[in-house]
């Protein structure tokens, strides 16, 4: 079958689904390829599912500490089947909101994987898309005035080294869990490692961590770093950083998986009943039709202009396949904004420093902004503000009152330049800064807001406060 669109998105993940319903809005005739299931890697495989499983952890935890609160609870167990079955109930109700938004929108479904074509007697250039239907129906042609790529990402693993998903395991396969490990290895300290590693000592796991560089959650502010590590240490968390594995010489024996890697300038080994994999993810680009077009792929990724159009100008891509913040609401709002312009609309790209970065381990961590080091790094004469979540009342109330806020300013123009947070709903806080970055506000700004007592909220005005020694409960 031979169909004309105006647009054909490439991936109904975050960042696809919700492009073309952005399309649908502006009028576009919309059709959407999908090899797998509506909502994509962040739906069924990512974001949504870790959640459920970081979620029954806490309370797990919450349960085992009840006493605290007067509750009294005996013969505490935890049924990781039905930890699963919540997991899937929850992702199979946003899965059928997916569906219906779709059918709302009038936006077509082509459930198979989609190529691009080069120059053909279905078009004068590349984009046509036909479609390898799941069915095994004869391939479906579709020819769009525009094409937008939102294929998505899959987990990396280390040269060497295979993910069999029953030993070895990818963030996907530790979904797929039927029960828990007593043991697990885990490389890799960046948020997803992490995440998984707060969830698992909570579900009482023995965990091992194995981090290649001087720190785990490189990316934050050092001070977040050091307090994630003392908190994970807190739960029995074993956290080495500078630790080289040597992805060639990790093997089963036993039905045990041998970690060998290099630390303190010593070869060693650490042994558990499972590993798991958590050192980035790749583009997915192979195999689309990119070779039959101008695009162009750089670092493994491909390059688009700040309006997210490639090489051909009414091809565009989106998400994890164009680098940069591999995050489920970056990929929507580049969505939004590649539609935005080829609808002839005012678009606003993604302005990495605005976007709000989240690990939902526990505690929770959550960032916006430049970190302290960044912003010495590039010049700014810096001050900052730190208040911990002890002064607190609400954090008192809520029985956790672990980790701090920390504001960074530029001296010179009182210019907000960073928020970096640890702590129980952290990740609920965040979206005051990022606002505030937004807005271009200064520290003293968000410390003239008046925050609602008692409300964790009031650790934001604290923390600003704190930026020029003033702050009141400190």
Known sequence: MTKEYDLVILGAGTGGYVAAIRASQLGLKVAVVEKEKLGGTCLHQGCIPSKALLRSAEVFKTVQNAEEFGVMTENTSLNFLKVQERKAAVVEQLYKGVQYLMKKGKIDIFEGFGRILGPSIFSPSAGTISVENNSGSENDMLIPKNVLIATGSHPKSLPGLTMDEEHILSSE?????????????????????????????????????????????????????QEMERALKKKGVNVLTAAKVLSEEVTITDGQVLVTFEHDGKKKTVKAEKALVSVGRSANIKDIGLENTDIQVKNDVIAVNKKYQTKESHIYAIGDVIGGLQLAHVASHEGIAAIE??????????????????TYSSPEVASIGLTERTAIERGFEVKTGKFLFKSIGKALVNGDSSGFVKFVSDSKTEDLLGVHMIGAHVTDLISEAALAKVLDATHWEVASTIHPHPSLSEIMGEAALAVDGKEIHG
């Open 173 to 225: 396969g530790a979904l797929r869990l039927e029960k828990l490990p007593e043991t697990i290895t885990i490389i890799g300290g960046g948020v997803i490692g992490v995440e998984w590693a707060s969830m698992f000592a909570d579900f009482g796991v023995e965990v091992t961590v194995l981090e290649y560089v001087d720190r785990i959650l490189p990316l934050e502010d050092e001070d977040i770093s």
């Open 341 to 358: 312009h080829m609808a002839g609309e005012e678009a606003h790209p993604v302005i990495e420093e605005f976007v709000a970065k989240c």
